[in-house]
Structures are given as C-alpha cells and as structure tokens.
C-alpha cells in the first residue's frame, strides 16, 4: 500500500484537504450546534503570495474553505514564517499573540467561548498534518 499524497502547507490541495476533513468530523458538528464563530486566517508573505482562509461553525455546520469568513467574528494574520512555525510546533499559538507575531481583530470574546471548537480542530488539522510539507 502507497503512502498518501503530500499536500504542501496553504496550497489548495492542503485547504481542499482540510476541508474534506472539517466536513466529515462529527465532532466539530456536534460542538457547531452549541458554538457560533466565523474566523479568517490571512497568511502573508508565503511561496504563493498571501493565502486567505476560513473556520465557519454554527447552526450544526463546521466548513473549512478558501476566502473568509462570513460572517466574520475574528480576523487573524501572521507571516509565513510564524504560521510554519506554529504549525509544526516550533511555536506556541498563544506566545505568538502576546508577542504580536499574530494579529488579531474581532470578538476576542467570541474566540475565547469557541475553545472547544479549536481543540476539535487541532485533531483534525493532526491528520492531515502528517501527510503536510512546509516549504
């Protein structure tokens, strides 16, 4: 049996990867019936230029897709090196706002109450993390 393909980190090939994965995890739709947020993520300064993407969660429904969000509850950008580096465990989420690596506009409110919503999607974002080239 053949490896599966590997996806570079923020081509299309990854966003259609991630969201094929948001679709089918029953956990974020049960969380999406208790939660409601919509997060852009722009990435800057990448191989390919600036890449946009989004988490749209609520109502019962999670997806995961190029673009961003709408509606829009926060907004975060980071350069490239950054998002590698948070990535791939070099480091931390949390270190990287404090120290303004990552901005962030929005309800932070919002962002906090989503929590669960976040760990969900790390395990999904661990799947296809394997199979991810950063270059």
């Given at each position: 049996m053949s490896a599966p393909d590997t996806v570079r980190y923020l081509?299309?090939?990854w966003i259609r990867e991630l969201t094929r994965e948001v679709d089918e995890s029953e956990a974020l739709s049960?969380?999406?019936r208790e939660h409601t947020i919509g997060v852009t993520q722009i990435v800057v300064d990448g191989p390919e230029g600036d890449v946009t993407y989004h988490l749209q969660v609520g109502a019962g429904t999670a997806s995961f897709g190029a673009g961003p969000a709408d509606p829009e509850h926060v907004k975060m950008e980071q350069d490239w090196a950054t998002a590698v580096a948070v990535a791939t465990g070099e480091l931390n989420a949390q270190e990287?706002?404090?120290?303004?690596r990552?901005?962030?506009w929005g309800d932070q409110q919002a962002l906090m109450e989503a929590q669960p919503v976040f760990g969900a999607?790390?395990?999904?974002?661990?799947s296809v993390r394997e199979r991810t080239r950063y270059e």
């Open positions: 081509g299309l090939d049960d969380l999406a990287a706002f404090v120290t303004g990552i901005r962030l999607l790390d395990t999904v974002f661990s």
